[in-house]
């Protein structure tokens, strides 16, 4: 009896059993009877009457979410014809959004209609739909319309041919490059689906150390395959740039942009990719970056290498989009200064198809930065903003952080570029300059993990980048929200302590790894756990020494008029927010001044103890969230539940890594003991090296 008991509760645990694949996008059956009848009574056919393919696969797509909702099929009808009480998807010219890609939900004549101007309205208007019915909310006084603030809204793959994904932490790559095109993997499809119900339009396949591979024939055919599997989804696919790869491939003397050879070379490169990919979207370059070949081996501009691409997509829709992450080993410089110095000189003389994408800070993804200064800095060009979602510098797919605090703590600054007001939102969306090309990337965090992104949590900041991608004023909280009620609950108190888990997540993760503003000081080459020691590097600017400059006075890069006047690429009124220790706000300290550890700060504490209460806090707060997580055990899936719990035992172990590491390596220079009532590290710093030099042996 005991064992046949035993049983029952084994087997109904692997029923519920849930392992992540289906995303956001899981339709279970709603549990709430009254909500069910509601939206069954509103739901009880499908019309849409527009043949084209975009249009077919929303109706699809609601025909399945319906069925999983409801608990019962929905028919397609094959138009309204005067019946009432069902779902319409409509293509119509004049539907009231801001732009083609807008959407339009209202109830007409006891239906409910999505409308938009385009298919891909229609299709995005379904998914909004959907998602009104996954988070249970009511169909009474139904009216819903949103359109995208930025035209291309895109994710990056660091996707290598051999599978491998440079800074992936969720198993190898999706494309399964060897198969393609004749076998079309069935995950293609589904990940355009999770892609479509965000309004990500983009997909850049490849790395951005780009392989010449991906200009040949034989490949061009391989990625036409997986642009046939994503068009009906909306998605264009777009590729990086091997810029050689005329001499690579073409077998040119070189790739010397205004060499007419070469300007050849790509126009019919470009032809080709256009016979075989109609809607190709274009290309993304990063050229004399991090040893990168690019225009200037040829003595050329970044404005020339990128024009002449601009130029060989004339005759297409396809855009460049050509990144500003470019740094030289100048001992004397500063990496803060780089893509401005190289960039600013050019603004205004990029071709109209070029995009210069920046990333959201002027270092590289760490865990706070302040905007990149070319954001307000580039007014006749065309600005992307580059988000990265794979947490490479955020605790890989072992740390739980949720980065739309991040993505809008950028968005929300204000460059003053144009007076108050003139955010990075705004640049990026062209409300600022009257940019006539708007775009947003975020380097995917995806790859073959049965869950997609390693942590399942991880999965939330795909979907944050998407929807901010979409629009960038929405909350963060209103974002977690949402995911969690799609994704692992509905139950109330667990959405809200996991909504809290999730807002707090980054904040916990910065205070524990580089609060106050340090920055760059994880662990070398693989970037993960603490490195502030290290001080030798083949380039000054990879040392962490560069970066923190601890000495017996103080901590903190000069970035002002003392210094390195980085601070001076900003607008005046951005200069004042951050010129002076006394006034910076707390988490940039780091970033612009070299304080005294004695320094009182505005907290009432020095900066020595400040800095260890906030390495100390920030560890007890992982202890806070694995306690937040258990009390939602009864509310997740078993099998989510406890791989989130594996992961967070580690979090907190490797933040007493970080804690114990920095402050005893800091220690060294400050000379003063840890503030009480704060314990002291049970270990020596040679201890806790020896043991973070194994994860980062080299
Ligand atoms: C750095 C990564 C490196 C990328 C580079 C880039 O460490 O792997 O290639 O960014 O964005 O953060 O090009």
């Known amino acids: 009896m005991k064992n046949l008991l035993f049983l029952f509760v084994l087997l109904s645990t692997l029923c519920r059993a849930d392992d992540g694949y289906r995303l956001w996008l899981k339709y279970d059956l709603i549990k709430d009877a009254a909500r069910r009848a509601e939206y069954a009574g509103a739901a009880q056919f499908i019309a849409a009457a527009d043949k084209s393919p975009v249009v077919q696969t929303a109706a699809q797509e609601l025909q399945a979410g319906l069925q999983g909702l409801l608990g019962k099929p929905v028919a397609m009808a094959p138009g309204a014809g005067g019946k009432t009480g069902g779902i319409l998807l409509t293509v119509d010219a004049n539907t009231n959004t801001a732009n083609a890609e807008g959407y339009q939900i209202t109830r007409r004549q006891n239906n409910i209609v999505v409308s938009a101007k385009t298919p891909a309205g229609v299709l995005y208007g379904t998914f909004a739909l959907l998602r009104h019915l996954q988070t249970g909310q009511s169909l009474a006084n139904l009216a819903l319309s949103s359109s995208p603030k930025v035209k291309i809204r895109m994710l990056n793959h660091w996707d290598n041919v ?17 198969e393609l095109p004749e076998r079309l993997d069935p995950r293609y499809r589904d990940y355009a689906r999770a892609n479509a119900s965000l309004g990500i339009n983009g997909t850049v396949l490849n790395n951005v150390n780009a392989s010449p591979r991906f200009m040949t024939t034989e490949y061009l055919r391989k990625v036409a395959a997986l642009a046939g599997v994503f068009r009906p989804y909306g998605i264009k696919v777009y590729l990086s740039v091997y810029f050689p790869a005329p001499k690579t491939i073409g077998r040119l003397p070189g790739a010397d942009p205004l060499d007419p050879q070469t300007q050849q070379w790509w126009n019919a490169k470009v032809k080709e990719i256009y016979g075989l990919i109609p809607d190709f979207g274009g290309f993304l370059v990063k050229a004399n970056s991090e040893g990168e070949p690019g225009p200037q081996d040829y003595g050329r501009s970044h404005a020339d ?22 740094y030289k080993a100048d001992p004397k410089g500063d990496r803060f200064k780089a893509a401005y110095e190289e960039f ?5 003389k990029f071709h109209p198809k070029v995009i210069v994408q920046v990333k959201n800070g002027p270092i590289d993804f760490q865990v706070r930065e302040p905007f990149s200064p070319l954001f307000g800095a580039m007014p006749q060009t065309p600005l992307a903003m580059e988000f990265q979602l794979t947490q490479e510098y955020l605790g890989f797919a072992t740390h739980l952080v949720f980065e739309a605090p991040l993505f809008k703590e950028t968005l929300d600054s204000d460059t003053y570029a144009k007076g108050k007001g003139s955010t990075v939102a705004k640049v990026i969306d062209g409300s600022v300059h009257g940019y006539p090309l708007t775009a947003m990337a975020g380097v995917a965090n995806t790859g073959s993990d049965r869950n997609w992104t390693g942590h399942t949590m991880g999965q939330a ?6 929807r901010l991608a979409w629009d960038h004023t929405l909350p963060s909280e209103q974002i977690a929200g949402e995911w969690v009620r799609m994704t692992l609950t509905q139950e109330p108190n667990a959405v809200k302590r996991i909504t809290n888990l999730l807002m707090r ?25 603490p490195e502030p020691w290290l001080d030798r590097a083949p380039r000054p600017d990879w040392r962490h020494t560069y970066y923190h400059r601890a000495d017996s006075i103080g901590v903190g890069f000069d970035r002002t008029a003392s210094g390195s006047n980085a601070l001076a690429l900003y607008a005046p009124e951005v200069q004042k927010q951050w010129n002076k220790p006394e006034t910076c706000p707390l988490p940039y300290l780091l970033w612009f001044h070299h304080v005294p550890w004695t320094q009182k ?11 260890c209460t906030r390495y100390y806090s920030g560890a007890e707060a992982v202890a806070g969230m694995q306690k937040e997580w258990d009390a939602v055990r009864p509310a997740v899936d078993p099998e989510i539940f ?18 114990d590491a920095c402050v005893l390596y800091f220690q060294q220079f400050s000379k003063q003991p840890i503030p009480a009532p704060l314990p002291k590290p049970e270990r020596t710093l040679a201890e806790v090296k020896e043991l973070v030099d194994i994860y980062q042996m080299r």
């Open 305 to 326: 290498g990128a024009n002449m691409l601009g130029k060989a997509l004339e005759p297409y829709e396809g855009v460049v989009l050509w990144r500003a992450f470019v």
């Open 601 to 611: 700060l505005s907290t009432g504490r020095t900066l020595w103890d400040e800095l």
């Open 505 to 529: 997540s980054r904040e916990t993760y910065v205070d524990y790894t580089n609060p106050l503003g340090l920055h760059h000081i994880m662990g070398y080459g693989i970037h993960y756990g």
């Open 162 to 178: 051999n599978g491998s994904i440079e800074r992936g932490y969720a198993g190898s790559s999706l494309w399964k490059w060897y």
């Open 642 to 659: 406890d791989d989130v719990a594996g992961r967070l035992a580690v979090q907190r172990k490797e933040a007493l890594w970080w804690r």
């Open 461 to 466: 900041n795909w979907y944050a980048y998407g």
């Open 344 to 348: 600013k000189p050019f603004d205004g």
